[in-house]
């Protein structure tokens, strides 16, 4: 049975963290949390807002973890009304012809294979009658224009992810579910700890706004797409990137 849950997929990330604060401020009730590696900050985040914070854990990077964290749903009957998918590994920088088929295949799994089996439980037997819901997928400013050279890996995955956000947008909107995405430019996050610190500065020096995105930035526009006043966007990308690319 669907209830007034929010399941956030990755939780435990600098954008996650932001949003369950920024959600839990909006009055929020139920925060389901995932967190494979993070619980240290899960476990804050409690601290800070008691008994909104429900932590799940789950190991994305396989298909028998996903199946757990779905599993773990199941067996306490939590269908979440609202899905929000954020999980990602550090960005690197590589060129195509020195990529490695096997991160390739985990990546995929952590962002793609991931959201397809939590998506396939969510949604399963929704009907017009039910209340809306929501899906929200946080994507990549490589999906708006061209993107930069020496992420094909990365590009890839966000365009697979951008094609299931617009093919679910399509089959589902009829039944009450509104399914978009955000796509930031670069965002200050430990995500970035890998990123050679020139690249950094130059997105920050090129941004019409002189910074880079921040997590706030992120969250702020997924608690907007969350809420009724988005209640008739759907199929949407939504940039991110202070102009950057639009």
């Avoid at 929000?84 to 690197?92: E, F, G, Q, R, W």
């Avoid at 992810?161 to 089959?171: D, I, K, M, S, T």
């Avoid at 509104?178 to 700890?193: C, F, G, H, I, K």
């Avoid at 997105?203 to 992120?218: F, L, T, Y």
């Amino acid at each position: 049975m669907s209830d007034d849950s929010i399941l956030i997929i990755g939780a435990s990330s600098d954008i996650g963290a932001a949003l369950v604060r920024r959600l839990a401020a909006d009055g929020a009730q139920r925060l389901l949390c995932h967190y494979n590696t993070g619980l240290a900050r899960i476990e804050q985040l409690q601290s800070e807002l008691g008994a909104a914070i429900t932590p799940i854990h789950g190991d994305l990077s396989s298909a028998s973890g996903t199946e757990a964290l779905i599993e773990s749903l199941r067996r306490e009957a939590i269908v979440p009304r609202s899905v929000v998918h954020l999980p990602a590994s550090k960005l690197h920088y590589e060129r195509f012809a020195k990529t490695k088929a096997s991160l390739f295949d985990t990546e995929w799994q952590i962002q793609v294979g991931s959201l397809i089996a939590i998506l396939q439980y969510s949604l399963a037997g929704q009907k017009r009658d039910q209340p809306r819901r929501h899906v929200i997928v946080a994507l990549s400013s490589v999906t708006l224009g061209l993107p930069p050279k020496y992420l094909s890996m990365y590009t890839t995955i966000k365009y697979a992810q951008l094609g299931l956000v617009r093919a679910l947008a399509a089959e589902y909107g009829e039944l009450g579910v509104l399914v978009n995405a955000v796509s930031p430019s670069m965002v200050e996050t430990q995500l970035l700890s890998e990123v050679p610190r020139q690249i950094v500065e130059m997105s920050r020096s090129q941004n019409p706004m002189g910074r880079n995105a921040s997590a706030g930035d992120v969250a702020g526009v997924i608690a907007f797409l969350l809420s009724p006043a988005a209640g008739f966007l759907n199929g949407a990308n939504v940039p991110v990137t202070g102009g950057s690319v639009v």
